[in-house]
């Protein structure tokens, strides 16, 4: 797509923006409530008119073209199925409507159902479906045509979590065996992060970096993809560039903290006011260091536990994560440093200092 736009009245849903994406590709497009993720799944479908630009489909402008002769199928996370049709005459249903012939119809419905494990469901109707299965028969629904690209909006949003762990290692096999392109929206981070090949970090109707997952949680280019990507989230803390040099920055942090950054700054950027921005696994536990707290709340996932520190001076709460193992006591005061390498700082446009 090439500088694709959406504005509804006076509001920028979709700034102009340009995205290729490989055939056979996993793209999973993440960012907050109302960055207008879902407005451009609907341009690239085809359901939503764009006020700009140009959509492409292996080359051809598509833009004028009709949603159904795209040759893309959308699964939403509002399943709606026909609840007077089985399991099998649901999927066949996309079929029969583009008359397919009676064997050609029941080969691809048996693929589909194979595909997602429907085959002993094929004569219920969803009223006797669990939610994930109801969800993977709107899938085999949806794939039944063969698309060549899956739009697929937030489509395990409705399911608890177990289920919703059991579909994303579906969807990653399932694309390992379609081989078609998909474009997956998600709040959801392991979604993201686990099934991507690249993700699109939005914000404000802005793409603002596309990249492969690690790429994006190691160097996010702005303050928005810091704060998109990664759980528990990045510290962002204010700070003030206190001295630049060959090796990097010291940043004044409050409390009259210094903490080093292997950053590049010209000299005149010294006094400038930036956020610093810290992932809570490169806290390094160090009585003497910059950054610490009483410990507010401790969480013990298993193989890891995360300690919520009620910084004071500005700084907010700091998260800081520690070995499974650790015993640690609330109110209990922790202190950590960081590798200058591992800090990033963002200026006041939230743009990364280039390392
Ligand atoms: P969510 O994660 O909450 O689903 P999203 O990132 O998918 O959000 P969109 O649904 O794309 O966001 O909406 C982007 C913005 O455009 C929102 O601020 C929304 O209110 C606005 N918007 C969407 N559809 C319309 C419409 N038909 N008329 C006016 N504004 C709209």
């Known amino acids: 797509m090439t500088q694709l736009s959406k504005r509804f009245d006076t509001f920028d849903a979709l700034c102009p923006s340009d995205l290729e994406i490989a055939e056979g590709e996993f793209v999973v497009i993440v960012g907050p409530s109302g960055c207008g993720k879902s407005t451009l799944l609907r341009l690239i479908a085809g359901l939503e008119e764009p006020s700009g630009g140009q959509v492409f489909i292996d080359g051809r402008d598509v833009t004028d073209v009709a949603p159904a ?4 199928a959308m699964v939403f996370q509002s399943y709606a199925l026909y609840p007077h049709l089985t399991v099998e005459e ?3 249903f996309p079929l029969k409507v583009q008359r397919f012939g009676k064997t050609e119809v029941r080969a691809r419905v048996a693929a589909a159902a194979e595909a997602l494990d429907l085959a002993p469901l094929l004569k219920r109707r969803p009223a006797a479906l669990s939610g994930g299965q109801r969800q993977r028969v709107s899938i085999a629904r949806a794939i039944v045509r063969e698309p060549r690209v899956l739009l697929l909006d937030e489509p395990l949003s409705n399911l608890d979590a177990e289920l919703r762990v059991r579909m994303r290692h579906e969807f990653a096999r ?3 065996r379609l ?3 998909m474009i997956y929206v998600t709040h959801d981070q392991l979604e993201a992060m686990t099934l991507a090949n690249r993700i699109v970090v939005m914000s404000e109707g802005r793409i603002e970096q596309v990249g492969a997952p690690l790429e994006l949680y190691a160097a996010p280019a702005t303050l928005a993809v810091a704060r998109a990507i990664g759980s528990p989230g990045m510290n962002l803390i204010p700070a ?3 001295a630049a040099d060959e090796q990097g920055v010291t940043l004044r ?5 210094t903490l080093r950054a292997h950053v590049r700054a010209a000299a005149d950027r010294v006094g400038e006011p930036v956020t610093v921005g810290l992932r809570p696994e490169h806290l390094v536990a160090d009585a003497e260091g910059p950054l610490g707290g009483e410990v507010e709340l401790f969480e013990r996932l298993g193989p890891l536990s995360f300690a919520h520190l009620g ?3 500005g700084i907010g709460t700091v998260v800081a994560q520690l070995p499974g193992d650790r015993q640690v006591t609330l109110g209990e005061t922790l202190r950590f440093s960081l590798p200058p390498s ?4 963002f200026d006041a446009q939230g743009q990364a200092l280039a390392r």
Do not use: F, M, S, Y
């Not at 002769?69 to 893309?72: H, I, M």
């Not at 942090?253 to 903290?257: A, G, I, N, S, W």
């Open 69 to 72: 002769q795209r040759g893309l």
């Open 90 to 92: 649901n999927i066949a």
């Open 174 to 176: 399932l694309h390992g």
């Open 179 to 181: 081989g078609a392109t």
């Open 240 to 242: 003030i560039i206190d």
């Open 253 to 257: 942090l409050p409390e009259d903290k």
């Open 311 to 313: 910084a004071r001076g």
């Open 342 to 345: 591992q800090v990033h700082v």
